[in-house]
């Protein structure tokens, strides 16, 4: 009996493996029976007539060894076969000759260098185990947001340990220019990459990329949360500027009032957490006009000629708009263009007369004319008042879906706006005066 107390004591001797992270109950026991039966398979050369049941609740294990009983004096191979008088005297006292005997052996009487081995075993393939784990739990969390806390700094990474422990490094290069990390601090990131290189894990995490970007929106926008307010696309120079095009799912919803919140309140958090990067929010259009229009905010163009097969927009802006639209060191329409996926280039509009300067932007007109017939002219490319009175009247009812007296109506107060600068001076006095002198009716 006392050999039998050996065996769960012997096993107890690794309960650090029954609870270890990332690995689950049902494969614990089978790195356990496999580990097992190799070292039986050492001792017996063979483990096919062996039989390991593991007890993960006891924290122990049973090993069986099935015997062919021989007659007394013919045993052959002491690990496949026993006489019938022993089989009989081991608490088996019917069995015949050419049956089977089952054995109890406990491993513990093997000794001291075969628990250190089978320990090795163990250990070996549970770390194994971690390792192939630890890959397929973050394979399966490459672009979502974590949490670390920082354990070490270097010149080119910095070491992270997130809730279990588990190593995340952010190199230099993902990260933010300016970042700065205590020891104890809590960094936010995303699961960048995941390298298995020699079955050696790296897990490499980000805070310079769009992802990130996205990810702190997701957490901190309700709207953006549950799917009211979609992301449709970001660009971003880390440290610097980002933007980043949102659509509502719901026309009650202002996408961009919403990630902004009143006074910045919404994105403040972002913009603290990015280190004061710029971030513009801007309303995404399939249109592609409207977008790279919106894109290149705060600049206001004049016009725009796209060449959709190239993916390129000729831009045209007053003088003075030109610097805005560029933005500080190119940055504005460098994500203008990342943004809009069209490579947008910048010009002066220089017009030979004074007549064709002068332009009015639609938002000017919203006193006569409707906020939504502006915004359908706006969505198939009319930005300003000649840009409509340009456009062929029967594009105006197809293209923008108006009424035909909507798109009438739309000309005539347009048409006035321009009808006394394109009139003659001496023809506008005498019209006046012909007004004047006429007589009442």
């Known amino acids: 009996m006392a050999k039998k107390d050996e065996t769960p004591n012997m096993v107890e001797r690794f309960a650090e493996f029954k609870d270890l992270k990332n690995i689950d109950k049902a494969t614990m026991v089978s790195v356990l029976e496999e580990s097992f039966r190799k070292e039986l398979t050492k001792m017996f050369g063979t483990d096919e007539n062996l039989d390991v049941i593991m007890n993960p609740d006891k924290g122990d294990v049973q090993i069986f060894q099935n015997l062919e009983v021989v007659a007394d004096g013919e045993v052959t191979d002491p690990k496949l076969q026993i006489e019938l008088s022993a089989a009989r005297a081991d608490d088996d006292p019917d069995v015949e000759i050419g049956e089977e005997h089952t054995k109890e052996i406990f491993f513990a009487d093997f000794g001291r260098r075969a628990i250190l081995n089978l320990r090795q075993t163990l250990q070996s393939k549970i770390l194994d185990l971690q390792k192939e784990a630890i890959i397929e739990k973050f394979k399966e969390l490459e672009g979502e947001l974590v949490s670390g806390e920082v354990y ?71 709207e953006v949360t549950d799917g009211l307010v979609i992301i449709r696309a970001i660009a971003r120079i880390p440290g610097e500027r980002a933007k980043i095009a949102v659509e509502s799912m719901d026309d009650r919803i202002d996408p961009v009032g919403t990630c902004v919140g009143i006074k910045g309140s919404r994105i403040h958090g972002i913009v603290r957490e990015l280190h004061n990067e ?31 097969d190239e993916k390129r927009a000729e831009v045209f802006l007053e003088p003075d708009q030109v610097s805005l ?27 030979s007369d004074a007549a064709e300067e002068e332009d009015i932007y639609l938002d000017e007109f919203k ?22 009175l340009k456009t062929p009247r029967e594009d105006l009812i197809d293209k923008a879906d108006l009424e035909e007296d909507t798109v009438d109506d739309v000309l005539r107060i347009l048409a006035a706006e321009f009808e006394d600068d394109e009139m003659p001076e001496d023809e506008a006095e005498s019209a006046e005066t012909e007004s004047t002198d006429a007589p009442a009716q």
């Open 367 to 388: 006193d006569e004319i409707d906020g939504w017939v502006i915004d359908a002219l706006k969505d198939m490319g009319c930005i300003t008042a000649k840009s409509v």
């Open 278 to 308: 710029n971030i513009d929010v801007i309303q995404y259009t399939s249109n592609p006009s409207l977008f790279i229009q919106r894109a290149l905010s705060p600049a206001r163009i004049k016009s725009i000629h796209l060449d959709e």
């Open 152 to 222: 070490q700094t270097w010149s080119r990474e910095t070491l992270l340990l997130d809730d279990e422990k588990n190593e995340l490094l952010l190199p230099k290069s993902e990260a933010i220019p300016g970042d700065f990390f205590r020891k104890g601090e809590h960094v936010w990131a995303v699961i960048h990459k995941v390298d298995d290189k020699n079955n050696n894990p790296k897990i490499t995490v980000s805070r310079s990329s769009e992802t990130f970007l996205r990810r702190l929106f997701e957490r901190d926008i309700p």
């Open 325 to 351: 639209a560029i933005g500080k060191g190119g940055l504005n329409i460098k994500l203008a263009s990342k943004l809009t996926g069209y490579v947008i280039d910048v010009f002066r509009d220089s017009p």
